[in-house]
């Protein structure tokens, strides 16, 4: 938000408590001219809003945007904390409710839970169709901070059994949240944002019979026919790397699918791709690497970071890595 133009901050929680992770960060940015403030508020409660809004942010300038964040994993309907929040709204420049793909697909045993994420899905269009701004992202299960990181590792391994998919991490979250604040995502997503809908495998996870979501079920199969001609080989890349009948082989394929890739969603001709052209220099943002980051796990089922993809070398290094990862490949060799 700082890094935006962003002067005053307000961070809101029940108990607005200032641990060293949020003393650190007005430590930092209070030089660069930051005001964080933090204040103790129950967004479940009109009568908390009010006193926060009206009382407690008296001295401080309008309201415009909002980021809900709110999370707990009570029988509780969270769709009363973003009609507070909406209530007070009318001013805003942004909205941004991160929601859960639990709210998509379900979640075994939290029904609870996965109610209101659906609602807020359909309460940000119910914004939009008033002319005012609102994005709804749906985050798979973010692995490396929050609830799923401080969580033990046997509530660790549930959350994941239930949801499936695969995780994101807080690179991405904060590359969809600067995306939102910029107008790009709701350009691409229409002011809905899913994450983490892949189908690693039909056994491991529960929603991948539904007919909602036999698109992706065909892709998992590789059946999915001509529409996705246009990603790469005829062939899905993880078959093509599984039938390589060597390294040099598998990094070609590897290569040719990755550059088809790129030039597809940059726009531009394959002809103009290189091997020894930096990944940089081809204008990827933030959206567009998490796209192609989402292909590469889907097509070659390797796990490689935005960062790997922002900061890479060549292209060709960049397929090097991709093969290193490759499940599809290792099983191959």
């Known amino acids: 938000m700082s890094s935006k133009g962003a002067k005053n901050i307000v961070l809101v929680s029940r108990r607005a408590a200032i641990d060293d992770k949020v003393r650190a960060l007005i430590d930092t ?12 508020c129950d967004v479940t409660s009109q009568e908390s809003v009010e006193a926060l809004v009206n009382e407690e942010m008296k001295d401080l300038p309008p309201i415009r945007g909002v980021i809900h964040g709110a999370m707990v994993l009570r029988h509780a309907l969270r769709k009363h904390v973003s009609r507070r929040l909406h209530s007070r709204s009318t001013q805003q420049d942004f909205f941004i409710v991160l929601s859960s793909v639990a709210g998509i697909i379900g979640n075994r ?12 899905d359909g309460f940000i269009e119910y914004r939009k169709s008033l002319g005012l701004p609102g994005t709804s992202i749906d985050l798979a299960a973010v692995s490396d901070v929050g609830y799923l990181a401080s969580t033990d590792s046997q509530r660790r391994q549930e959350v994941m059994k239930n949801i499936g998919g695969q995780t994101i991490d807080e690179t991405e979250v904060l590359a969809l949240i600067a995306a939102t604040l910029t107008g790009d995502l709701d350009q691409s997503c229409s002011g809905h944002c899913i994450t983490g809908l892949r189908l690693d495998s ?15 079920y065909q892709a998992a199969k590789g059946t999915l026919g001509s529409s996705s001609q246009h ?13 390589a009948s060597s390294k040099e082989e598998a990094l070609r394929v590897c290569y040719e699918a990755l550059a088809a ?6 726009v531009l001709s394959l002809e103009d791709m290189d091997p020894s052209i930096p990944v940089v220099s081809l204008g990827l943002d933030s959206l567009v690497a998490i796209e192609i980051r989402n292909w590469i796990a889907r097509e ?8 790997e993809l922002l900061s890479g070398g060549s292209l060709m290094a960049l397929a090097e890595i991709i093969l290193s990862k490759s499940q599809a490949y290792t099983r191959a060799e």
């Open 29 to 40: 940015l209070t030089p660069l001219g930051v005001r964080i403030v933090v204040k103790a």
């Open 231 to 243: 990603d790469g080989p005829s062939l899905p890349l993880h078959v093509a790397l599984s039938a």
């Open 261 to 266: 890739k790129l030039a597809q969603v940059l």
């Open 202 to 216: 039909l056994e491991n996870n529960f929603w991948a019979l539904d007919a909602r979501f036999s698109v992706l």
């Open 109 to 120: 045993g939290q029904a609870a839970y996965s109610a209101p994420n659906a609602f807020l």
């Open 300 to 307: 070659a089922n390797a796990n490689v970071q935005v960062l």
